[in-house]
């Protein structure tokens, strides 16, 4: 019903910035702006992470501790795309980052499971 397809990843040096995309496809018949989005990141042997989400009804991005002030998320409703801008980068956020969609998550659902559909992923590698 939902579609997500993440692009921008790569390898980068830390300290340096990337942007991912996520353009999703709504199916269902509703809208992209009944969705809540976030994008999530699994490490090499390691649980998947909440990165960061925001909520149908407002413009507020919720972000994980190891993330506050160096990602931003940005939600583009007219493109039915959100954005993750990534600053200052560092070696452990090496990881395959996806993005994600539910109608009901909220900024506090921060477990996996919490969110029903989820993109292919794209491997960001920050080399130290």
């Known amino acids: 019903q939902v579609q997500l397809v993440e692009s921008g990843g790569g390898l980068v040096q830390a300290g340096a910035s990337l942007r991912l995309s996520c353009a999703a496809t709504i199916n269902s018949g509703r809208t992209f702006t009944e969705y809540s989005m976030g994008w999530f990141r699994q490490a090499p042997g390691k649980e998947r992470e909440f990165v960061t989400g925001?909520?149908?009804?407002?413009?507020?991005?919720r972000y994980a501790d190891s993330v506050k002030d160096r990602f931003a998320m940005v939600r583009d409703n007219a493109k039915s795309a959100v954005y993750l801008q990534m600053n200052n980068l560092k070696s452990e956020d090496t990881a395959v980052y996806y993005c994600?969609?539910?109608?009901?998550?909220?900024?506090?659902?921060?477990?996996?499971?919490?969110?029903?559909?989820w993109g292919q992923g794209t491997q960001v590698t920050v080399s130290s």
């Open positions: 925001i909520h149908w009804s407002d413009n507020s991005p």
């Open positions: 994600v969609s539910d109608r009901w998550a909220t900024t506090s659902t921060r477990g996996a499971a919490g969110w029903n559909y």
